[in-house]
């Protein structure tokens, strides 16, 4: 009796070896139990969550939303009073019109100093019919002199206008160099004054930018997040006000190096979420990381240090979700998945 009941403890301890062992074969999915679908918990749901804060300090004036509404593109969340850059915007339109009547003056002035122009080359013309006649009449009187015909007194007067008719030449050619240095004058100063409109109009440009920023809108269609902003709270410029979570999710699954050899993109993925009660949705591979997670941490270790030991490291793999599957649309970021990828699956 005592040897029979012995044969059978060592039958049962044998029994519960060999099933502790294929559990622990099971686990590790080594042979027999080698799975061509590779499994990892370590994934979660992703999607592009937008901060939203102002570019500008002042004090909210209407917050017209609530935490976690869904908002359109185009849709007012908050305005931070506007009183003091509508002010400034009205500064700004006052001297672009000033800097503007000084340009049309300027064109005046280049307008009048070619008028002056014109006019004084009308008077070398006049100057220089003058000096003709003189010189005319000094060819007459000059041999009237030598023989004694004449008097003094009108030789003298006809050689005193010669000499004014000259000098008068060389006035009006000297009034004509002063207008064409005016009219220069007047093209330098539009230019500078054309620089001045140029910054005005930005100055202008730039009121407006700080006026519509006052008024911050959603950028695209989504959920948002908890609402910070408050009545009558002051806030500076990049302040956190509220997130915008938009309607795209994808799946970020962290797969060991070693579960990488059989994947490649375009091949088709399962995976449960936990919190619809591990509901199973499918999607496909879009593309790899191109480092380990280990390149993009903010200390990177270092292994060149101490002793060795060896850690398989993991890849960032973004999956996409199939459209068409009701449940898709409750997936938020953040939530944990279980993925399941079976790398003898072609694309």
Same mark, same amino acid.
């Given at each position: 009796m005592t040897r029979i009941l012995r044969s059978v403890s060592t039958y049962v301890a044998l029994a519960i070896g060999l099933v502790g062992l294929g559990i622990i074969l099971y686990a590790w999915r080594l042979p027999p139990f080698t799975s061509a679908v590779e499994v990892t918990e370590n994934a979660y749901v992703r999607g592009q969550v937008t901060i939203i804060a102002p570019q500008l300090a002042g004090y909210v004036a209407e917050v017209p939303v609530q935490d976690f509404a869904a908002v359109h593109r185009g849709d007012l969340l908050l305005r931070i009073d506007d009183r003091i850059f509508a002010q400034k915007l009205g500064q700004a339109r006052a001297g672009l *019109?000033? %800097?503007?009547?000084?340009? *049309?003056?300027?064109?005046?002035?280049?307008?009048a100093a070619e008028a002056r122009?014109?006019? *004084?080359?009308?008077? $070398?013309?006049?100057?220089?019919?003058?000096?003709?006649?003189?010189? *005319?009449?000094? !060819?007459?009187?000059?041999?009237?002199?030598?023989? !004694? $015909? $004449?008097? %003094? =007194?009108? =030789?003298d007067q006809s050689q005193q206008a010669l000499d004014q008719a000259r000098a008068a030449i060389t006035a009006?050619?000297?009034a004509v160099d002063v207008a064409r240095q005016d009219i220069q004058t007047a093209i330098v100063n539009r230019q500078s004054l054309v620089a001045a409109v140029e910054g005005a109009e930005a100055a202008v440009h730039l009121a407006e930018i700080d006026l519509s920023n006052t008024r911050i809108t959603a950028p695209q269609d989504g959920r948002l997040g908890e609402v910070s902003a408050r009545l009558g709270q002051y806030v500076a410029a990049g302040t956190q006000l509220m997130a915008l979570v938009p309607d795209q999710v994808w799946v970020i699954a962290n797969f060991k190096e070693t579960q990488l050899a059989g994947m490649r993109a375009g091949q088709p993925v399962s995976f449960t979420v936990d919190a619809l009660r591990h509901a199973r949705l499918t999607g496909k591979i879009e593309r790899f990381s191109p480092a380990a997670g280990s390149e993009f941490s903010v200390i990177r270790p270092d292994n060149?240090? !101490?002793?060795? /030991?060896? /850690?398989?490291?993991?890849?960032? $793999?973004? /999956?996409?979700v199939d459209s068409g599957q009701p449940l898709a649309e409750r997936l938020a970021p953040g939530m944990s998945v279980v993925v399941s990828v079976d790398t003898s699956a072609s694309r």
């Open positions: *019109a000033a %800097q503007r009547a000084a340009l *049309a003056n300027s064109d005046q002035s280049r307008a122009l014109r006019a *004084a080359e009308a008077n $070398v013309a006049s100057a220089e019919a003058a000096l003709r006649t003189a010189e *005319a009449n000094w !060819g007459r009187i000059e041999p009237l002199r030598e023989r !004694g $015909v $004449v008097s %003094q =007194t009108s =030789t009006t050619n000297a060149a240090t !101490g002793n060795f /030991i060896k /850690i398989a490291q993991r890849v960032p $793999v973004r /999956i996409t």
